[in-house]
Each structure stands twice: as C-alpha cells, then as structure tokens.
C-alpha cells in the first residue's frame, strides 16, 4: 500500500474543507458541490465519493445532536414535573408549592424539536 506525502494530505484536507464549506456553510445541493469538484479537477467518482462522505458525517452529527436534544429536554422536562408534583404532594394540607412550567415547557420544545430532527 502506497503512503501518501504531507503535501498530499493537505490537499485532500484543503479538497473536503471546500465541498464541506459549499455544503454546509453555503448550502449548495450535492450534485452542484459534484460539478464544482469536476471543475477543480476531480473526476466524477472522486467527486461524489467526498460529497457522500460529507453529507455522512452530516447526517451523523445533526443525529447525535437530536439524541442530545431529546435526552436533555427529557431531563429538563420530567424534572420540571417531579419538583412541581413533590411542592404540590408537600402542600397538601395548605402551604405553597412551585409550579416549573419553565422547565417543564423548554424540555418539551427541546424534546420535540430533537425528535423532529432526529
């Protein structure tokens, strides 16, 4: 197997730093990012095999973020609801107690919006 230089790995790495910026930052669709890659210099194969590795490793961060999202809306929600049950059980027999409706809301859009993206 054939080592590849520095100067090599840092065109490759200058190479997907350009499609992951078209992609992402500019929002260009793939088959555009493809072409644009052509022009660079890149066959078509090349071309789409670094737009497809992009687009994965996309798709994988955007689903670990939407895990994260789920997990601490989830928290953020049920933890709402158990102190505001627990102030509420505790005032039973005349007293105050909390309601976290602000916990208890922004859980539930952050539980929602990570289920939406995942």
């Known amino acids: 197997m054939e080592q590849i230089t520095a100067e090599q790995q840092q065109m490759v790495d200058q190479i997907y730093a350009y499609a992951a910026d078209l992609l992402v930052r500019q929002n260009k669709p793939d088959y ?6 052509q022009q660079r210099g890149l066959n078509e194969a090349n071309a789409q095999v670094i737009v497809n590795n992009i687009v994965d490793q996309v798709t994988i961060a955007k689903k670990r973020k939407a895990k994260k999202d789920m997990l601490y809306g989830a928290l953020w929600c049920v933890g709402g609801i158990i102190i505001t049950v627990g102030t509420y059980s505790a005032a039973s027999n005349g007293g105050s107690y909390v309601i976290t409706w602000g916990a208890i809301i922004f859980g539930g859009i952050q539980l929602f919006k990570g289920i939406l993206n995942y």
């Open 32 to 37: 555009e990012v493809v072409h644009l890659l």
